[in-house]
């Protein structure tokens, strides 16, 4: 059962080697390596407490890596360590946006105004840092007409339009997890990060949620890295799997290739280490017997 | 609990035994409350001698109002609330357009206050009008404009800021110190107090950016004591508590001058009768101008990037750093401009005054201004004019109470119930609008219609 090929010839925008991260005693991710290539949809998944948000968050500079280097690679070229830069350079210079396990809306500001705030860079540099706005220059309007237009493209996209000039806090759970990622994309961001998406979600909001990463690595041509615990979404939409336990990779490759990993299987239900070997060889014989059948499951 | 009075009220005897009974409970802790503060004074005599008064009648008056108000409030005011709460959810649908007045009362407001002066001066004559200009109207704008200026920093940013009065300080010591040793004009200091308030807006937030909350507070709390201890022991600058007096006054643009003694006088030039009063009025509408564009800035920034920011900021410091906001410059550019409409007001404050000292700038008036913004509904501009309207003048019209001394006798001073009122009135006020006067925020951009977000979405800011 080799890796999925076809991704290894893909060139990689976002690498990590050796990452390690601790906390006190605790190694929360113990020498972590993957490649996230440009235009896939990768997938980081694993049981409660395996270290998948503590590796977000060093890859989007909310924590300092103990060890380790990050290197995210733009489309253009330019290349940047994100292990060394704070977490508003990551998303500002290095185009990685994030959202959050536990969502985290501007829940004062109507949903129009989330989006604007998510413009934030872009409308400075037009307003000259507040000055050329403050005397009414058309420069600034006209930036400022764009950012809107921006934000309306977001909004049909999540299918928000409607809402748009609700305040964020008043939005049902669903909308608000979309509200969050159309908000990360109004940074304009080349590689978009993506905690539980699906979280709290009904099987309907789900299949919404497919359908909007799908079209926003297919109109924007960012690429995603995401955690998930829903399998559905996770096997439908992800190219690459990536699976942690105790801040270590377990399996690295295609849905299909991990489904069936002994140790993927392993740590999901939870087998005694040494009957991980038996494990192994009653997969072996399954497959050899009628092909891969049934896989992980949440 | 509403349920069970509600219960009750279908028995109005019952509703009358319960708020019987309920002024009693209050009459008698009201009782218990002011035996010894009220009941009992101690004063000494010509001859040193502590002697106890007994003042049994004020403490009657005490404990009736505490007992009648009870049982009035059981009685009659929360059934006519609770109807009244009932009888406008019933018609909230079809209360959607807003009286005339309430659309544009901004803009009646600034005419009514364009035509202030002159109308006392109609009313009171010149010399009457002094005191309505001055002690109402210059008073109540100064503290709107620095409840505005702090509305920036906690209204908008969140950042809870205890020592505000510091700014106030730095621009009414920059304008009394500079225009003594180096004789400059109030046109070329009026920038520059604001420019040198920001600056220390500035010095401020650099170490407290990394404080949140309460940290935050009690920071900038010392921040404000520091600077007036520094104003009483400089001595040799400042002249310590004795403060710098002989201020210069302003001139109007240097066309006019207010001194008695220069030859391009006011009432000379015109030919009117001497008096102050024209001086008042002019630096009414200094302050009314200055209020304005404080309140025109925070509009217009509040529409741009830097303003949205402070306001996402409030609501989630982690959302904005993610989002690629640098909350270090925000943050300080919050602290920067609010400091500057501080130093502009207090530049302003030393050219009516004349005369600058420490005592202006005690915690007390940090406190009087936050609490202004807090009850005005923080963020809203509209809020904390009436806040700041009902805040100061009323405890300005205290003054004029002096009908109370035939109740409470001669001895009995209204001023002195000043802090008593404006607690009672801050109690009243965030118990029956806890968001304070205006709790909803207007959006700063919107796609098909302007609705105001509700006070139950914003948040206060973690500092």
């Given at each position: 059962m080799a890796p999925g090929t076809n991704t290894m010839t893909k060139d990689p925008i976002l690498k990590v080697e050796h990452l390690s991260m601790r906390f006190g005693g605790l190694m929360a991710i113990n020498d972590l390596s993957f490649e996230a290539y440009r235009g896939d949809i990768t997938a980081l998944i694993g049981p409660n407490g395996a270290g998948k948000t503590t590796v977000f968050n060093c890859v989007t500079g909310f924590y300092k890596p103990t060890m380790g280097m990050i290197t995210m690679r733009q489309k253009a070229g330019k290349e940047f360590l994100l292990e060394r830069m704070t977490d508003f350079e990551v998303n500002r210079d290095a185009k990685v946006a994030r959202t959050f396990q536990n969502i985290r809306l501007f829940s004062g500001l109507t949903v129009l105004e989330n989006l604007l705030v998510a413009q934030h860079n872009a409308l400075m540099k037009a307003s000259g840092y507040t000055i050329l706005g403050l005397l009414g220059l058309p420069t600034y309007k006209k930036a400022a007409a764009e950012s809107i237009d921006i934000a309306k493209y977001w909004l049909e996209k999540a299918n928000l339009i409607e809402r748009a000039?609700?305040?964020?806090?008043?939005?049902p759970y669903g909308a608000q997890r979309r509200l969050e990622i159309a908000r990360a994309m109004c940074t304009g961001p080349e590689f978009l990060c993506l905690d539980?998406?699906?979280?709290?979600?009904n099987p309907r909001e789900s299949l919404a949620l497919n359908e909007l990463l799908r079209s926003i690595r297919k109109d924007s041509g960012a690429s995603i890295l995401l955690i998930e615990h829903d399998m559905s979404v996770v096997m439908e939409i992800s190219d690459h799997v990536v699976v942690l336990e105790y801040g270590q990779k377990i399996s690295d490759g295609t849905p299909d290739h991990v489904k069936n990993d002994p140790k993927v299987i392993a740590a999901y239900l939870g087998v005694e280490d040494d009957e991980v070997e038996e494990v192994i060889e009653e997969i072996e014989v399954i497959a050899e017997g009628e092909g891969p059948q049934g896989g992980a499951h949440s | 609990m509403a349920n069970i009075s509600n219960t009750h009220e279908s028995a109005g005897g019952n509703l009358t035994a319960r708020a019987l009974r309920e002024g009693f409970y209050a009459g008698v802790i009201s009782l218990g409350l002011f035996v010894?503060?009220?009941?009992l004074e101690t004063t000494q005599n010509i001859r040193n001698e502590l002697v106890l008064n007994q003042r049994w009648g004020l403490l009657a008056v005490f404990v009736i109002v505490a007992a009648v108000g009870r049982f009035l409030s059981v009685a009659y005011l929360r059934p006519w609330l609770a109807a009244r709460k009932a009888a406008a959810s019933a018609t909230a649908s079809t209360e959607t357009e807003e009286s005339f007045f309430k659309r544009n009362f901004s803009k009646i407001a600034i005419v009514a206050l364009i035509f202030y002066p002159p109308l006392m001066v109609v009313l009171f004559g010149v010399q009457g009008s002094l005191k309505w200009v001055d002690n109402f109207g210059i008073q109540i704008l100064i503290y709107v404009m620095l409840a505005w200026g702090l509305n920036i920093v906690v209204g908008l940013a969140g950042l809870l800021d205890l020592g505000y009065v510091a700014f106030y300080a730095v621009g009414a010591y920059s304008y009394a110190l500079l225009s003594q040793y180096f004789g400059l004009s109030f046109w070329v200091l009026l920038p520059l107090a604001g420019i040198l308030a920001a600056f220390w807006g500035m010095i401020l937030g650099f170490p407290v950016l990394r404080l949140k909350g309460d940290y935050l507070a009690i920071v900038t709390l010392a921040f404000g004591e520091i600077i007036r201890l520094v104003l009483i022991n400089w001595t040799e600058v400042t002249k310590g508590t004795f403060g710098v007096s002989g201020i210069p006054k302003a001139s109007?643009?240097?066309?006019?001058?207010?001194?008695?003694?220069?030859?391009?006088n006011f009432a000379k030039v015109f030919e009117l009768p001497m008096s102050s009063a024209y001086y008042k009025i002019f630096l009414f509408y200094l302050i009314l101008a200055l209020a304005l564009l404080t309140a025109y800035v925070t509009i217009r920034l509040r529409r741009m990037p830097i303003g949205r920011a402070w306001e996402a900021l409030r609501e989630d410091e982690i959302a904005c750093r993610s989002l690629g906001i640098n909350t270090v410059t925000t943050k300080l550019t919050a602290f920067a401009i609010g400091a500057m409409f501080g130093g502009f007001a207090g530049s302003f404050f030393a050219v009516r005054q004349g005369f600058v000292s420490p005592e202006s700038f005690v915690f007390l008036e940090s406190a009087i201004i936050l609490a202004i913004v807090v009850l005005g509904g923080m963020g809203s501009l509209i809020g904390i004019a009436v806040a700041a309207v009902v805040m100061v003048g009323g405890t300005e019209l205290l003054r004029e109470m002096t009908f109370l001394k035939s109740i409470f006798g001669p001895d009995f001073t209204p001023e002195l119930y000043r802090m008593l009122i404006f607690g009672l009135a801050m109690v009243v006020v965030m118990v029956l609008k806890p968001r304070g006067f205006v709790g909803s925020r207007e959006p700063t951009a919107f796609l098909k219609e302007r609705k105001n977000v509700s006070g139950s979405f914003t948040k206060e800011g973690h500092g």
């Open positions: 000039d609700d305040p964020a806090g008043d939005l539980e998406p699906a979280a709290g979600l | 010894l503060f009220v009941g109007v643009f240097g066309i006019w001058s207010f001194d008695v003694s220069a030859p391009n």
